[in-house]
Structure formats: structure tokens, C-alpha cells
């Protein structure tokens, strides 16, 4: 009794394999490995420019207010408009790395309103002196 249910055909199929030869040089090769850039890395550049020209706008009203007058202002507020609008884009661009326009952004902010009110404070104060409402300080009277 044959209990397979095989039929069998008097063809064969027949397999053919091709063996190839590798030689030494086959094995190498020669692309290096290439690691991905990770888009998390780097430097918010935007963000440093934008904290350099803060502390610049800091730095430039401490010393010329303190030394040349309030007119000198005026530079803190040239200062402090690029590192507000290069910390906002800087923000945007980098939202993972916002410490540096953040930085850049509050610098900025104190560099145009302190800047802003050492301007009007000249403005004021020379047209006060202008029509005689008050006089001007006298610093002859002290020995420096």
C-alpha cells in the first residue's frame, strides 16, 4: 500500500548554480561609513550674533551715559533693534536651542528702552536748558 499521494513526472527540474570567483580586491570596500548629521547639534549663530550686539548695546550705554551723556544713547538703541529681531528669528529657527536668542532677546529689549529713556531725558533736558527753565550745571565750582 502506498499511501503517498505524490505524482511524479519524468522530467526533472534541474537547478543550475553559477559560482563566481571573488579575488582579494572583490572584498574590500572602499565607501567609509557616513554617520548621519543630527539636526539637534551646532550653534544657535543667529542667537550669539544677536547676544554680542546686546551685550555691546549694555556695555555702550553704561560707558557713554555714564561718561559722555545721554545722547549716546542713541547707540545702545542701534544695538538693541538687531539683537531683538536676531533673537526672535533666531528662536524660530532653533526652538531647540533658545538660550542664546532668548539672551539676545531680553538684552536687546533693555538695550532700546534704557537706551530709549537716556535719549528723551537728552531731549528733554536740552530743551529745558535751551529756553532758560533751568540752568545748566556749573562744574567750575569743584576741583577735580
Do not use: H, Q
Not at 3 to 19: C, H, L, P, Q, W
Not at 46 to 57: A, D, H, T, W
Not at 60 to 66: P, R
Request: aromatic content about 8%; hydrophobic content about 45%.
Amino acid at each position: 500500500m502506498d499511501n503517498n499521494n505524490f505524482e511524479y513526472s519524468s522530467e526533472e527540474k534541474v537547478e543550475t548554480v553559477e559560482t563566481v570567483e571573488t579575488t582579494s580586491e572583490n572584498t574590500y570596500s572602499y565607501d567609509a561609513p557616513v554617520e548621519p548629521v543630527s539636526e539637534g547639534g551646532g550653534l544657535n549663530v543667529l542667537g550669539l550674533i544677536g547676544m554680542i550686539c546686546g551685550i555691546l548695546g549694555v556695555v555702550a550705554m553704561i560707558l557713554c551715559c555714564c561718561f559722555i551723556g545721554g545722547w549716546s544713547g542713541c547707540i545702545s538703541v542701534v544695538l538693541g533693534i538687531p539683537a531683538i529681531i536676531l533673537g526672535i528669528i533666531g528662536a524660530k529657527k532653533r526652538p531647540d536651542k533658545k538660550a542664546l536668542a532668548t539672551v539676545s532677546l531680553i538684552l536687546g529689549i533693555v538695550c532700546v528702552v534704557l537706551g530709549g529713556l537716556f535719549v528723551i531725558l537728552a531731549i528733554v533736558s536740552t530743551i529745558l536748558i535751551n529756553t532758560g527753565v533751568i540752568e545748566p550745571f556749573d562744574f567750575s565750582d569743584y576741583n577735580f
